[in-house]
């Protein structure tokens, strides 16, 4: 059973930084494609990136484009999510999810229902 174990987050002022961390179990970041989504209090799950690791692929939701990357450490088993430039409207909670998908495939899904194995969050929040 593969488990996904979320940390990094915390409380940050806009315009700071936090970098996420997602520890798998098993070779998990290597062989599928992984990635992130948050669910904002009273809001839905909304996708934020997504790595294809030996595709070489990343996708990002354009409301974080140019300010979060996501990236990989397969020594490790370890997704990261680094985000700088945080904003209020970032403010929620942060899941790691794994695709059904090969990470040799280039398709970096962006739906919820392509990830069948979810951490249990991490907490941000962004103070104005």
């Known amino acids: 059973q593969v488990q996904l174990v979320e940390s990094g987050g915390g409380l940050v002022q806009a315009g700071g930084s936090l970098r996420l961390s997602c520890a798998a179990s098993?070779?998990?970041?290597?062989?599928?494609?992984m990635g992130w989504f948050r669910q904002a209090p009273g809001k839905e799950r909304e996708f934020v990136a997504s790595i294809s690791w030996s595709a070489g692929n990343t996708y990002y939701a354009d409301s974080v484009k140019g300010r979060f990357t996501i990236s990989g450490d397969n020594a490790k088993n370890t997704l990261y999510l680094q985000m700088n430039n945080l904003k209020p409207e970032d403010t929620a909670i942060y899941y790691c999810?794994?695709?059904?998908?090969?990470?040799?495939?280039?398709?970096?899904?962006?739906?919820?229902?392509?990830?069948?194995?979810w951490g249990q969050g991490t907490q941000v929040t962004v103070s104005a």
């Open positions: 098993g070779r998990t970041f290597e062989n599928y494609v």
């Open positions: 999810a794994r695709s059904y998908y090969s990470s040799s495939r280039t398709y970096t899904p962006p739906h919820e229902y392509e990830y069948p194995t």
